[in-house]
């Protein structure tokens, strides 16, 4: 080989450089968060009463050795599939058996905690649990996102994701983990919470799709009026929610004062009445905005045609126009359903109901157990409802941009 | 066939289309020609009431267009629009069949039409049917443009610069395919383009706009030799008059009694059907003086000469 021959081909590959190429960087990542929750924090927090400070316990504290170390070793297994396996399905696979684990372990260290028939102690998910979940949570969603799954199999995945889920609550595996204290010291509450919370999210939805969508086509058809509604709605969305429902309460409270038939259907100045108003208001702008966008995706040329095929303007709005927009303006539920979901933990500040309750409740009370038992479901609830709107929306839109 | 009554379109104080009045025979292409802003659009668009007329009127066949609600009407006018228009949520059939379900045709004869369509247009129905437009190249997409237009078999078909996305050897294909059409179906073709070259190739009749004025409507070798105005024959290209004058008359119009001597068997042979203009660029090219005009079936029926080809290049 002569020298020139050297210098056009460049130095060779050191040796061992390919094999650090292939770790994964996302999991090495991940694999350090993980190790720094199973080994630097606490597992689980004792509690001997609900509003005590924790005592912080480790996995290895807690547990049965051969338990101990087997949620371990299956945590190291994850560790090298995160690292080393390029495989999706493979890494998909060991990130939920690295879930299970991690969950069944917090289930075994509640018992393991709990003396029999005792309701005072507390055993909490403790710093360390919290950032294992994290990491293998962003290990799945990784995985999914590298399968490309269909709108389909993403909605079947979260379905069995609830599933499994339920069917663990249900049997009880976590009966002895704090939050699920927290529930079965008022199961109904809990019941009533989430389907109020459920009710004013899609409540003011449908009313503010009922009037946005509306206003949305108007806005389309007549160009002047789109700059001053626009701006009208975005002055309402910066408004903050604590003192949107502030200020509705006033009217809101005159009203039912002044007329009978307004307080006999439930409109008063605090409770559920305000709350749906504010969401509603919030909810305006983004499928006030999206109806436009979408309305002015669709070609003029197709719209054109469809007036020279003979089709009436309704017609026209309706079978071609809306079909058209409808991927952009389920976009624009989506935002709102998510935001909607999330704003109405704050209603319960007004006594308009929802998981709020808790989580107001339990900041009242210094009680961590109980805004977990309002904030978790809110999560679940505004996740699953982001993940069935995208679904629909990609299975709409067919048309290429 | 369609007349066209003082027809004015008035924006506030601007006049798109000023009192036009034309009579489109039936069985024929009419192509209207003008610059952008001529209002040979806002025109067609008038006779299927996309836009409603400020004053005059429009008859199709002896009946008042305003006699009866826009969109019925539209829905017995085809029309085909610049960047065809087609539905991207639907497949070409389902476009295609749009004007038959609006009209109520049970589905096994909107199927029925559809793929006759599709075939007369050279797209395959078994392969096209349900394909979605984005699936399709330009020229198809133009040519499902068309088949939807025709869906209703309507008497009248409006096109506004129909060929106007199209590159331009697609461009020459689509033309000829619209010319086959039109004998084929018998339709009345109104065809609006700023393309002065296609409205010689395609009218029977051509229509030169400006300022929404009607500047002059007649055959097109009319318009070459006898422009009523020096702004028709800017329009019409004045520099160009004779070569135009050539590409309008056939080899089988132009030709001579065969010579007994048989001259120029040796040399070019043309289809009865090649136009004056391409066999005089043929003799040019060849350096020879004659040509042979031959039936479809290859038998000579007469000759062409350079100076009869010449002669045919002035006014008569």
């Given at each position: 080989m002569s020298a020139s021959d050297l210098l056009l081909r460049g130095p060779a590959p050191a040796h061992g450089s390919s094999a650090l190429r292939r770790i994964d960087r996302l999991g090495a990542l991940l694999t350090l968060l993980g190790a720094a929750g199973l080994f630097l924090l606490p597992f689980v927090d004792f509690k001997a009463n609900r509003i005590l400070p924790g005592d912080p316990r480790d996995l290895a504290q807690v547990l049965p050795l051969w338990a101990a170390l087997g949620c371990q070793a299956t945590l190291a297994a994850v560790a090298a599939v995160a690292l080393l396996a390029a495989n999706a399905p493979l890494r998909l696979a060991a990130a939920l058996a690295g879930v299970v684990a991690v969950a069944a372990a917090l289930a075994a260290a509640a018992n393991a905690l709990t003396p029999p028939h005792n309701l005072i102690i507390r055993v909490a998910p403790g710093a360390g649990f919290w950032l294992l979940l994290a990491a293998l949570g962003l290990l799945v969603t990784d995985a999914i996102t590298r399968m490309r799954p269909g709108p389909g199999a993403r909605v079947l995945l979260l379905a069995l994701f609830l599933a499994v889920t339920a069917l663990a609550l249900a049997h009880g595996t976590f009966d002895n983990v704090s939050v699920m204290r927290e529930y079965a010291v008022d199961a109904s509450a809990f019941t009533l919470a989430a389907r109020q919370h459920i009710l004013l999210s899609l409540g003011s939805l449908a009313a503010a799709v009922v009037v946005a969508l509306p206003l949305g086509i108007f806005c389309h058809r007549v160009p002047r009026l789109r700059p001053g509604v626009l701006s009208a709605l975005n002055i309402i969305?910066?408004?903050?929610?604590?003192?949107?429902?502030?200020?509705?309460?006033?009217?809101?409270?005159?009203?039912?004062?002044?007329?009978?038939?307004?307080?006999?259907?439930?409109?008063?100045?605090?409770?559920?009445?305000?709350?749906?108003?504010?969401?509603?208001?919030?909810?305006?702008?983004?499928?006030?905005?999206?109806?436009?966008?979408?309305?002015?995706?669709?070609?003029?040329?197709?719209?054109?045609?469809?007036?020279?095929?003979?089709?009436?303007?309704?017609?026209?709005?309706?079978?071609?126009?809306?079909?058209?927009?409808?991927?952009?303006?389920?976009?624009?539920?989506?935002?709102?359903?998510?935001?909607?979901?999330?704003?109405?933990?704050?209603?319960?500040?007004?006594?308009?109901?929802?998981?709020?309750?808790?989580?107001?409740?339990?900041?009242?009370?210094?009680?961590?157990?109980?805004?977990?038992?309002?904030a978790i479901p809110t999560v679940v609830l505004a996740f699953s409802a982001a993940v069935l709107l995208d679904a629909l929306v990609e299975r709409l839109d067919r048309v290429p941009k | 066939m369609i007349v066209i009554e003082s027809l004015t379109k008035r924006y506030g104080s601007t006049t798109a289309v000023d009192a036009v009045s034309m009579v489109i025979e039936r069985n024929s292409i009419t192509v209207i020609v003008g610059t952008s802003g001529s209002g040979k659009s806002t025109l067609l668009r008038m006779i299927n009431r996309l836009i409603e007329p400020t004053s005059g009127r429009v008859l199709i066949e002896d009946r008042d267009t305003a006699s009866e609600p826009g969109h019925l009407l539209r829905r017995r006018i085809g029309y085909v629009?610049?960047?065809?228009?087609?539905?991207?949520?639907?497949?070409?059939?389902?476009?295609?069949?749009?004007?038959?379900?609006?009209?109520?045709?049970?589905?096994?004869?909107?199927?029925?039409?559809?793929?006759?369509?599709?075939?007369?247009?050279?797209?395959?129905?078994?392969?096209?049917?349900?394909?979605?437009p984005y699936q399709l190249s330009g020229g198809q997409q133009q040519r499902v443009g068309v088949a939807r237009a025709l869906a209703a078999e309507p008497a009248v078909l409006l096109m506004d610069e129909p060929f106007g996305a199209l590159d331009p050897i697609i461009r020459e294909k689509a033309q000829d395919d619209l010319l086959d059409i039109q004998r084929r179906f018998?339709?009345?073709?109104?065809?609006?383009?700023?393309?002065?070259?296609?409205?010689?190739?395609?009218?029977?009749?051509?229509?030169?706009?400006?300022?929404?004025?009607?500047?002059?409507?007649?055959?097109?070798?009319?318009?070459?030799?006898?422009?009523?105005?020096?702004?028709?024959?800017?329009?019409?290209?004045?520099?160009?008059?004779?070569?135009?004058?050539?590409?309008?008359?056939?080899?089988?119009?132009?030709?001579?009694?065969?010579?007994?001597?048989?001259?120029?068997?040796?040399?070019?042979?043309?289809?009865?059907?090649?136009?004056?203009?391409?066999?005089?660029?043929?003799?040019?090219?060849?350096?020879?003086?004659?040509?042979?005009?031959?039936d479809a079936d290859g038998t000579p029926s007469g000759q062409l000469t350079v100076a009869a080809i010449l002669a045919r290049g002035r006014p008569a």
């Open positions: 969305q910066t408004i903050p929610s604590i003192a949107l429902f502030g200020i509705l309460m006033a009217p809101l409270g005159a009203l039912a004062a002044h007329v009978p038939l307004a307080a006999a259907v439930g409109i008063r100045g605090i409770g559920a009445a305000p709350a749906v108003v504010a969401l509603f208001l919030y909810s305006l702008l983004p499928i006030v905005a999206n109806t436009v966008a979408g309305l002015k995706r669709v070609s003029p040329a197709t719209v054109d045609a469809a007036l020279g095929m003979g089709m009436t303007r309704l017609q026209t709005l309706l079978s071609v126009e809306l079909i058209l927009a409808l991927p952009v303006i389920l976009t624009g539920i989506r935002i709102v359903l998510v935001q909607n979901i999330g704003l109405v933990t704050v209603a319960a500040l007004i006594g308009g109901g929802g998981f709020g309750t808790f989580v107001f409740g339990g900041i009242g009370q210094a009680a961590t157990d109980l805004v977990l038992l309002g | 629009i610049q960047g065809h228009g087609l539905f991207p949520h639907r497949t070409v059939a389902e476009n295609v069949g749009t004007v038959p379900r609006l009209l109520g045709w049970e589905e096994g004869r909107i199927r029925a039409r559809a793929a006759e369509l599709l075939g007369a247009l050279q797209l395959d129905p078994a392969q096209y049917s349900e394909k979605y018998g339709t009345t073709i109104v065809l609006v383009t700023h393309d002065i070259d296609e409205a010689f190739r395609l009218g029977d009749r051509v229509a030169v706009m400006s300022e929404g004025r009607l500047l002059q409507y007649d055959r097109p070798e009319v318009l070459v030799t006898r422009p009523a105005s020096p702004l028709v024959g800017r329009m019409t290209g004045s520099a160009e008059r004779a070569m135009r004058l050539l590409s309008l008359t056939t080899a089988g119009e132009a030709a001579l009694p065969l010579a007994a001597n048989g001259a120029g068997k040796d040399g070019l042979l043309v289809p009865t059907s090649a136009s004056l203009r391409e066999v005089l660029s043929e003799l040019l090219w060849r350096g020879s003086e004659c040509a042979t005009v031959v």
